[in-house]
């Protein structure tokens, strides 16, 4: 069965790197969205991305942060200067969109020191 | 904005007991779909059971049901035959039918501890 994969599973770094977060999504699927999760909280959007753009982005997703496809099956997640707050699980989603169900993958958890 | 509500922090329940978790939702839209998502320890995303509001009848997939209450704007878990690997984060979520980019919109939570 087709799955979202993200990688890496657990990124670590300091305080002010620049990190980028990868995910596949299922290969025929054509809207991704990037949600975050803070240890013990909801999970909250973040963004979603359609034909190559944005197509809504949270309050939370400010300057630091970015999205790209880079070519046919990637699609990333930049922070530019990452915070102590940053700290969070990241899941990636895909849909073929319309009515059908979003998948999630198995998320990346960054850790901020 | 559409928000989501879960009012249960915690549940505990018995191995092969049932217990229903609690959700209500606020929305103006009459076209929406309703999740129940699955959060084990590892903290993967796992959808337990989907409800699409122009259906009156509740969705059901084996020991998990739903009782679905639009004008209440009210969407309960029930588990039946509760079994260990039930223990685990559980979200509801809401996501509009309209638009297929449109973001789905979680609950705060309620952790599933089941009782050997």
């Known amino acids: 069965e087709p799955e979202v994969t993200q990688t890496p599973s657990h990124q670590v770094t300091q305080m002010g790197q620049e990190v980028i977060l990868r995910c596949v999504p299922i290969?025929?699927?054509?809207?991704f969205y990037w949600y975050r999760q803070i240890l013990g909280q909801k999970v909250e959007f973040l963004v979603s991305?359609?034909?190559?753009?944005?197509?809504?982005k949270s309050e939370i997703f400010d300057d630091q942060f970015s999205v790209e496809r880079p070519d046919g099956s990637n699609f990333t997640l930049k922070i530019r200067s990452t915070k102590l707050e940053d700290s969070a699980m990241y899941f990636c989603a895909s849909t073929e969109g319309g009515r059908n169900e979003q998948f999630f993958g198995p998320g990346t958890r960054l850790t901020v020191l | 904005a559409q928000t989501v509500t879960q009012s249960q922090p915690e549940m505990s329940v018995q191995e092969a007991e049932t217990v229903t978790l609690s959700c209500t939702y606020d929305?103006?839209?009459?076209?929406?779909?309703l999740f129940w998502y699955k959060q084990p320890p590892s903290r993967q995303m796992i959808l337990v059971i989907r409800q699409e509001a122009y259906k009156q009848q509740n969705a059901t997939e084996n020991r998990f049901s739903v009782n679905f209450q639009k004008a209440a704007k009210s969407f309960s878990l029930k588990i039946s035959d509760s079994q260990l690997g039930d223990a685990a984060m559980y979200f509801c979520a809401y996501r509009s039918a309209w638009g297929g980019y449109q973001k789905v919109t979680f609950g705060t939570g309620t952790k599933l501890q089941v009782i050997p």
């Open positions: 929305t103006s839209e009459s076209d929406y779909y």
């Open positions: 991305f359609y034909n190559n753009e944005i197509s809504e």
């Open positions: 290969s025929n699927h054509l809207y």
